[in-house]
């Protein structure tokens, strides 16, 4: 099936060392066109390290990223912020303008960075807005909104760039219990809708849910990929199993839950 697929990311062979700590190992993966992966992994195993690289914010030691059958590593800062406008980013802590509105913070971008008129890109927020169930909110500032409608708003900017791709950091990490839904159920629409998309997150659920391929980070390596009922049901490794039979515990039933 990937073989009639239009290839939209290739990652090859990513390291990243801190301070001479290796926190990626050789990372490979490919992500075509309307698919969603969802990498899962104990904390601090480089999980977003490799987001931050996939979008050159940081730049890889080793390895190369491809947009497209473009390389986008190593570029210049004028080169590499035209590219990036293509990789949408969803970040945990939301990275608002406190001093703009909701749709001031959708439409920013649109007209300093693609040039738009201020109406075209106001109407193109508003549609945005619109999307993510906020439409009656856009006048609002972060100040005025709650966790989960700031998170909201930010894939709501990041999608108005019209992205090949977009990546998401735990964006459910900085919010309450109640409010993770709301966020999760724009998610899941965005991926019933065939947005190309990696996701990093503790969400379980969502991820057995939604995601096409699951990929288990351990120790800076991509220990085991697969169909969530394969990575969920039958782990190759016993620190898979490990990993998740420690979710089970802590949030319930994990293992064993089907598509």
């Not at 969802?38 to 940081?58: A, Y």
């Not at 009656?136 to 989960?148: D, H």
């Not at 990041?158 to 919010?175: R, V």
Request: proline residues 3%.
């Amino acid at each position: 099936m990937e073989q009639n697929k239009e290839l939209i990311l290739e990652i090859k062979d990513i390291h990243k060392s801190y301070n001479g700590k290796a926190v990626l190992k050789g990372i490979s993966f490919n992500v075509f066109k309307g698919e969603t992966k969802v990498i899962i992994g104990p904390s601090g195993m480089g999980k977003s390290t490799l987001l931050r690289c996939i979008n050159q914010l940081t730049v890889p030691d080793k390895g190369s990223v491809w947009l497209k059958g473009q390389e986008i590593t190593h570029r210049d800062a004028k080169n590499i912020n035209k590219l990036r406008q293509k990789i949408g980013f969803v970040f945990q802590d939301f990275n608002l303008f406190d001093h703009l509105t909701a749709v001031g913070n959708v439409e920013i971008a649109l007209i300093k960075v693609k040039g738009m008129k201020k109406q075209e890109a106001r109407n193109k927020a508003i549609f945005e807005l619109k999307k993510v169930g906020l439409e009656k909110q856009a006048s609002l500032y972060p100040a005025e909104l709650s966790g989960g409608q700031k998170q909201r708003v930010s894939i709501a900017r990041a999608f108005a760039m019209e992205p090949e791709i977009m990546l998401f950091d735990e964006p459910t990490s900085a919010l309450d219990p109640e409010l993770i839904g709301e966020v999760l159920s724009v998610m899941k629409e965005l991926a019933n809708e065939g947005v190309t998309m990696i996701v990093v997150s503790h969400e379980m659920g969502f991820a057995q849910t939604v995601a096409d391929e699951i990929l288990f980070l351990d120790g800076g390596k991509l220990l085991e990929a697969g169909p969530p009922e394969k990575i969920f049901c039958e782990p190759k490794y016993k620190r898979t199993k490990k990993f998740l039979s420690t979710l089970n515990e802590l949030y319930g039933n994990v293992e064993g839950n089907k598509r």
